[in-house]
């Protein structure tokens, strides 16, 4: 959240410092600086030729021209990967969104004012625990209850399942099951920012809506959701670029199997990279994923200034 | 992983909203059963979160025995640490959790320096082109580490670097220190100026003012920061996985993702393992909140 609204630097009163002053403290950029230039501009660049020419990482690469994008263009697998980052932006931003509104505003409007806000903090803290796991634990607490032979396909066989699915190693399961472990981690994220946000509402326009007879989910409709826009905003952006970005939770879980069911670009360049060496192509794959998340973070950013103008 | 902790600090930062009116607002709202059928429903799908690390927590000290027995369901019939302590000694937990500690605790401290100096050139020394600097920061943080991630392994291979815990540490370092950079700089720029403008006429240098005026001041702020770095650190996934292969170099984040497929014989260690992960993040999770509250509580005396 900070991120977005730090930008905007105050002025700050008092005299403005000389020029000389200002250049006295560039010495201090320095170490930041040159950190800056090694581990992201150079790489950055280095990055962007690569995808230029044919290269399995040992040896001088050859040029190539936009071969690796052409291919790109006509690859099968690439837009497959694509295709699934929408179903990781439903799982990571869009369901979680909705239903950490729904949730914060049952917590923090309807909750605390019957129940006080020791149980509404609890409840809180429960939908927030997935959040704080790394994921790659998260992987596998979920690894070993989704596997054949794992914890819910015990339950299901007492239960008289004969032949329930492997959950992660079939093709018509093993997304749903993906979309399923990333709801679970994501929701807690947008939960606790609307609710930190709700707190920010003038408590006046609840009660005056209540006074005149207006529901809880009315007050939701008509109030809470409208005042609600910024965080509404915060949290889809940084979900969907976090959805496109997604790396982790593919590589414990499945591996972007079974097949290319739950495969993502950013892992189907790590397995260029680091499985097929075919470095220059990964290298365009990742390249076309920065250009997608630069141009979605624009756009974004271009529609919330806009909607503020209006 | 920015998503997590920017999270808490909106959550502890803002203050809950005074309880309305007291007595007034209690008898506005009915007393009649539906609040506790809410009550019922959300404190069962609060629960539905929990179930996987209960699930985690109660078979991993049974016996594999009791698991046949009486399913992962059940209460443990028996207890067995055996699971465990299998787990620990095959991954040699103590290990990684000292790489874990090592590297995030180098990160926290290189990356919150880094992102003080930087900081304090471009919200106190207010240098020109600053907002340019802000903006590449910002643009830095949207770039995927895949689009980083070659030529930094590259890089590292011909330094001599590669699969050492040092260059993990200044990777993730100057990588936190975008966000790092972007939080102090809006810290800075809202700076008092007279406490800098005494600092300045009782003739204190640059250093002098960072070091005995600055960092003083917003200490509380950079508790903050390193609880962060610290905790993205010890979450983060992608380099260390990329960077570090010798298994005595590994994190315990990585040593726990490369289970996944193992040991799918024993039914009870993946649980096991499952819980050793837990069991650290759950007590960041409870340290990490009151580290939170005070620098709040902290600020808000200043």
């Known amino acids: 959240m900070t991120v977005f609204t730090a930008a905007g630097t105050r002025a700050r009163s008092g005299p403005p410092l000389s020029r000389a002053a200002r250049k006295g403290y560039l010495r201090y950029l320095a170490p930041g600086a040159l950190g800056f230039v090694i581990v992201v501009l150079v790489p950055f660049v280095m990055n962007i030729a690569i995808s230029f020419t044919d290269w399995s990482g040992i040896g001088a690469p050859s040029f190539a021209g936009l071969d690796n994008y052409r291919r790109l263009v006509g690859d099968e697998m690439f837009w497959s990967a694509f295709a699934n980052s929408i179903w990781f932006i439903v799982a990571m931003a869009i369901v979680p969104t909705a239903l950490g509104l729904v949730l914060a505003a049952g917590l923090f409007d309807y909750l605390e004012p019957r129940f006080g806000q020791r149980v509404s903090s609890a409840l809180r803290a429960g939908f927030y625990l997935p959040q704080v796991l790394p994921v790659a634990v998260a992987g596998i607490v979920w690894g070993w209850i989704l596997t054949p032979y794992g914890a819910l396909n015990t339950v299901l066989q007492k239960l008289g399942v004969t032949d329930p699915p492997n959950w992660l190693g079939d093709t018509a399961w093993a997304m749903p099951s993906v979309m399923l472990v990333l709801i679970w981690i994501q929701l807690g994220y947008g939960l606790v920012i609307f609710m930190a946000g709700m707190a920010r509402i003038d408590p006046q326009f609840h009660e005056a809506a209540e006074l005149d007879g207006a529901s809880w989910l009315t007050r939701f409709r008509h109030i809470t959701i409208p005042q609600m826009q910024p965080e509404i905003f915060v949290v889809l952006l940084t979900t969907t670029i976090a959805a496109l970005k997604v790396f982790g939770p593919v590589f414990v879980l499945t591996k972007g199997g079974p097949g290319n069911a739950t495969n993502v670009p950013s892992y189907y360049s790590y397995s260029n990279f680091f499985g097929t060496l075919q470095v220059g192509y990964g290298a365009a794959i990742a390249t076309a994923l920065t250009v997608v998340v630069i141009a979605l973070t624009a756009a974004f950013i271009k529609i919330q200034s806009r909607a503020e103008g209006a | ?302």
């Open chain 2, 1 to 302: 992983m920015t998503i997590t902790t920017e999270a808490d600090v909106t959550a502890t930062v803002t203050r809950p909203r005074p309880a309305a009116g007291g007595a007034a607002a209690a008898s506005r709202h009915r007393r009649g059963p539906a609040r506790w059928i809410v009550l019922a429903l959300l404190t069962l799908a609060a629960l539905a979160t929990l179930f996987p690390f209960a699930m985690a927590a109660i078979n991993a000290i049974k016996t594999v025995d009791d698991y046949t027995a009486h399913g992962p369901l059940a209460l443990p019939h028996s207890f067995d640490l055996s699971a465990i302590t299998t787990f620990w000694q095959e991954v040699d937990y103590t290990n990684k959790l000292l790489n874990s500690i090592l590297i995030s605790g180098s990160v926290a401290v290189l990356g919150t320096a880094i992102s003080v100096l930087n900081a304090y050139a471009i919200g106190i020394g207010r240098i020109r082109a600053r907002r340019s600097v802000l903006l590449l920061l910002l643009l830095a943080t949207t770039i995927p580490q895949e689009a980083l991630i070659y030529p930094l392994y590259y890089m590292a291979k011909a330094v001599d670097l590669y699969d050492t815990r040092l260059v993990v540490i200044i990777i993730s370092a100057v990588m936190s220190s975008a966000f790092g950079t972007y939080l102090l700089a809006s810290v800075l720029t809202a700076f008092p100026p007279e406490i800098l403008e005494a600092a300045r006429i009782d003739g204190a240098g640059r250093w002098q003012v960072l070091r005995h005026v600055v960092i003083p001041v917003i200490r509380p702020t950079l508790a903050v920061l390193m609880t962060f770095f610290f905790i993205w650190t010890w979450n983060d996934f992608f380099l260390p996985l990329v960077m570090l292969v010798a298994n005595d170099n590994q994190t315990a984040s990585v040593a726990l993702g490369s289970l996944q497929g193992q040991y799918t014989s024993s039914p009870t260690s993946l649980a096991a393992a499952s819980l050793m992960g837990i069991l650290p993040a759950v007590a960041f999770f409870l340290i990490f909140q009151r580290t939170l509250t005070r620098g709040a509580v902290a600020g808000a005396v200043k």
